[in-house]
């Protein structure tokens, strides 16, 4: 014959499981009353402690927390800027009859040197 498996107490998990059933079974009804009375005073419990405190209870507050630490300078609007005074110059500027104007002959005049030294330079090449 061949070998016997002997069932090595893998019976006693079947054992348990068949006893809590009929524990189950046999204490429906308490257990079921018991759920139902616990809701009870579940619910009876909320509107005892309304009437104790009808206020309710004040929150614990938190410490204040530090602000962040900004990584961007923040914008100011145009109105925030300060006004500065209008700049004066160190020295008196010099007369207009002196400073350069660009007027049509002096304009015809550079273009035509540049052309002069773009030939000389184009043709030296």
């Not at 498996?5 to 068949?18: E, I, P, Q, T, Y």
Request: contains cysteine.
């Amino acid at each position: 014959m061949g070998k016997s498996r002997k069932n090595h107490g893998a019976s006693g998990g079947l054992v348990f499981a068949l006893i809590v059933v009929s524990l189950v079974v046999a204490f429906w009804q308490w257990i079921v009353f018991g759920i139902i009375l616990c809701a009870f005073f579940r619910i009876l419990w909320v509107y005892i402690s309304k009437d104790a405190h009808p206020y309710g209870t004040q929150k614990k507050q938190r410490p204040q927390r530090p602000q962040p630490v900004r990584t961007r300078p923040v914008a100011k609007g145009v109105a925030d800027a300060p006004v500065r005074p209008k700049t004066t110059p160190a020295r008196e500027l010099p007369s207009p009859d002196y400073l350069p104007r660009w007027t049509a002959a002096r304009r015809f005049h550079s273009d035509r040197e540049h052309d002069d030294w773009q030939k000389r330079f184009d043709s030296v090449v």
